[in-house]
């Protein structure tokens, strides 16, 4: 979790492959070998091991090339060192690597696991000059809160181009990973088979690519990467690609090549503008002022980087994205559950934010996602809110069922229809959520992908605060008339309360189809009693009963309205911030 303005580190440069020669080499699999520990801060120190972390959520032992089982390793373990609230500084430096001041372009190579929490630092530093100066290099940075480094505990390869670190070549280099957490007892980094490499005359490297390059700086939700967008919701696509220049010499005419493949008259072959790329040089390319014809179905992109010289290694250099048109859905996840997020035993909204482009939408309904994690009979409800994180209209409670869950890879989705169908206005930006009341049933949130800061939102029922998540819950927009609930399905009386999660007051509205006597109940959590009230005979049609908060205790409270012989339940929830 991660608060509503902060910003994110910068990407981590990772790669699954390299052919090229070894210079030097550390698998640790006769120990330390001269390698050194520096702790500054905190009780966390990198050590070697040879079974790595296995507690809670931490990936396990790192399964690398020489690693587990069997092998040694290199570790920074805050899940079993840390202490909460205890900032943890740690690093490991080689010993000095000598006899290569004739080599002026280098990559280094390392295999990893990584867990994030929220915003650890893990970087590897390069000195050229025997450790008086160090250049810096981030990874790890594209790795979401609660998520791990794919595959973990299976090992990811890292590929680093630390040319610039070398100044034309160094006699005695040194390399030392460094873990920084000021939150204290999080997750790990394990770091296991690390060698430097030549580089091939020409190779190029697709470090990332998109086809919406939207930032949190911009003034809506417009530009973002959706994965389903409605067929009037179709906009311009905004390709971009960082590249980096892997090999020895200039790279010419370097220029991202944007591959369609798409329904209808959508089959298109797109350059950008042309850039020249020094050794070691990273760079953006940019494609603009394309927008798809609309219609139906599924587009494939296909986006690699190309340059005038005879590539040597091509299978970096590109990757293929997809992205659907539908008449009825918005969609901003990938359609498998990768992952997935609760809050503990504390309330929670959590969603995405989506722009709305055309005036010819009513959302019916908001689609959600929740992994097999969840407790069976759990209710949860859906949320709609506007620009300013007002809530405009929720959907009645639902008592989830086991075959709703997900496992890994799967998108089964509960559809959640609102009250009443809310139209929604053009050039303007909604925000969709899931509600868990929170208690000891759990629910956990489906998520897929990741969301640029800003994008994806929790609200914290026990801080009553807003923050950003990394991660893309399963969470969507359903403009089907057929997921209303105006055939009759609706709740007893109508009965809804705006806001559900609330700091001063919530005011209940319903409505009366006669003229009734009309009396109410509040409860908490455990079944007591704790507010009444008699509102008198009132006439038919809408009503409302503004609920101040008062002394009221944070947590779940069931609201009761009763109609004569009718009664209709919500639950709402007091935010354990005073």
Known sequence: MAPAHAHEPPDALSDA????????????????????????????????????????????????????????????????????????????????????????????RFEQSFRQLNNDITQVEVSSDGGNDWTVFPVNGDVPGNQSTPGAPVSE?????ISSALNGGSGDIRIRFHWLSFEGFTYSWQVDDIALLTVEANDLRLISATYADWSPDEPDFNGLAYTIYPIDELRELKFKAV?????????????LKADIDGPGTNDVILYSAPIMLSPGAVDSLYITGYTPVAALGTYLLQLSVVQDEPEALPDDNGTVMRFEVQVDRFARDENAMQGDRDNGTDPYELGNWYHIR?????????EVALSARTDPGTLISASLY???????????????LAG????????????????????????????????????TEEVWTATSGTSAPQSSLIFDGGSGQWFYVTVTPMVRMNFDPAASVMDGSAAPLGLMATPTLFDDHTTMRFELPAASPVRWELHDAVGRLVRSGDAGRMAPGAHAIELPAGDLAPGVHAFTLIDGERRSTIRIVRNGAR
Do not use: K
């Open 17 to 108: 492959r390299s052919a090229a020669a070894v210079l030097w080499s550390e698998d640790f699999e006769n120990g330390l070998g001269g390698w050194t520990v520096n702790t500054q801060t905190g009780a966390v120190s990198w050590q070697l091991t040879s079974t790595g972390n296995t507690g809670g959520f931490t990936p396990g032992p790192l399964q690398s090339t020489t690693g587990y089982p069997g092998g040694s390793w290199i570790v920074a373990d805050s899940d079993e060192q840390g202490t909460a609230g205890v900032a943890e500084n740690t690093t490991i430096t080689s010993p000095p690597i000598t006899g290569l001041d004739t080599v002026p372009f280098m990559l280094l």
């Open 157 to 161: 390869t890292v590929l680093l181009n």
């Open 243 to 255: 590249v980096v220049n892997n090999g020895s010499q200039p790279q010419t005419n370097v220029r």
């Open 358 to 366: 055309s005036s010819d939408h009513t959302l019916y309904a908001i």
């Open 386 to 400: 506007d620009e300013e994180l007002e809530l405009l209209m929720s959907t009645d409670e639902h008592e989830v």
């Open 404 to 439: 709703e869950l997900n496992l890994q890879g799967q998108h089964e989705f509960i559809t959640l229809p609102l009250v009443a169908p809310m139209p929604l206005d053009a050039d303007n930006d909604y925000f969709v959520a899931v509600t868990h009341y929170g208690g």
